[in-house]
C-alpha cells in the first residue's frame, strides 16, 4: 500500500501559519493593503495553481516601505524554523496508524520556504518519501510508482484539497483512491468532482476509509 498525501491544509493549518507569518510584515510596519499588493504582483502561476514565492514577497514590500531586506528576512526564518504547532492534531493519530514505507508526501511550491515549513514540522520522520514539486502532482507520484515497482492492484491512495491536483491524478492513474479533504479550517472550499472517490473532513474520517478498503 501507499498513501500520497498533501501537506498544506491537509496536514499543516496552512491557514493559521499564514494569519501569524503575515504578523511579522505587520510588525514591521508594512500595511495590510502594501502586503496584499506585494503578494500578488506578480505571482508565478503552474497550470490552475498560484505558486507562492516568499523571497520575492519579501523583497517586493522592503522595496516598497524602504525596509531592510535581510532584517525581514531574518524575521522571517525565524520564524519557520519551528513549524511543529501548526499540525493538525490528528495527524499523529493518522501517522501512527500506517508504517512510514506506506506514506509520501507530495507538496506543491518547491521552495526553501516549503521545505523549512515540512522539515521544522516534526513529522518528516513519519515518511519515506516527501516530494515538493513545482507542477501537478501526478507526474511526481508517477515517478515513485516506478521507482517502487507498484503494481495494478496495489493499494494505492492520494489526499489532497484541491480538485486540480485530484483530477490531474485520477485521469492519469485511475486505479488510485481519491480523498479530497475540506477541513473546516482549509482555504479551499472546491466541491467534490467526478474525479473524487471520497470526500473528508478530517483525518480520522480518511483512516476509516483506508482501513475499511483495505491495505
Known amino acids: 500500500m501507499k498513501i500520497f498525501i498533501d501537506f498544506d491544509d491537509v496536514l499543516f493549518n496552512t491557514k493559521r501559519f499564514k494569519e501569524d507569518y503575515y ?3 505587520r510588525k514591521n510596519g508594512i500595511s495590510k493593503e502594501v502586503l496584499e499588493k506585494c503578494y500578488y504582483e506578480p505571482m508565478e502561476r503552474v497550470g490552475e495553481i498560484d505558486r507562492y514565492d516568499p523571497a520575492g514577497h519579501v523583497e517586493r514590500m522592503c522595496r516598497a516601505n524602504n525596509i531592510a531586506t535581510a532584517d525581514l528576512q531574518e524575521d522571517m ?3 519557520i524554523a ?7 492534531e490528528d495527524v499523529e493519530g493518522f501517522l501512527g496508524s500506517f508504517k ?3 506514506l509520501c508526501i507530495v507538496s506543491f511550491s518547491d521552495t526553501e ?11 518528516a520522520g513519519n515518511f519515506q518519501d516527501i516530494e515538493i ?12 510508482i516506478k521507482k517502487k515497482g507498484l503494481s495494478e492492484d496495489e493499494h494505492l491512495y ?3 484539497d484541491r480538485v486540480e491536483q485530484i483530477g490531474d491524478v485520477k485521469e492519469r492513474f485511475p486505479q488510485i483512491k481519491t480523498i479530497l479533504m475540506k477541513r473546516k479550517e482549509g482555504r479551499y472550499k ?11 473532513s478530517s483525518l480520522k474520517q480518511v483512516k476509516k476509509i483506508i482501513k475499511t478498503n483495505g491495505k
Open 77 to 79: 526564518l525565524g520564524f
Open 190 to 200: 472546491d466541491q467534490k468532482n467526478k474525479y473524487c472517490d471520497f470526500e473528508c
Open 158 to 160: 492520494f489526499i489532497d
Open 113 to 123: 520556504f516549503q521545505r523549512f515549513k515540512i522539515f521544522n514540522s516534526g513529522i
Open 133 to 144: 514539486v513545482n507542477e501537478l502532482k501526478a507526474k511526481a507520484i508517477g515517478k515513485i
Open 82 to 88: 519551528d513549524t511543529k504547532r501548526y499540525i493538525f
Open 23 to 25: 504578523e511579522i510584515f
Open 100 to 102: 512510514k514505507e506506506e
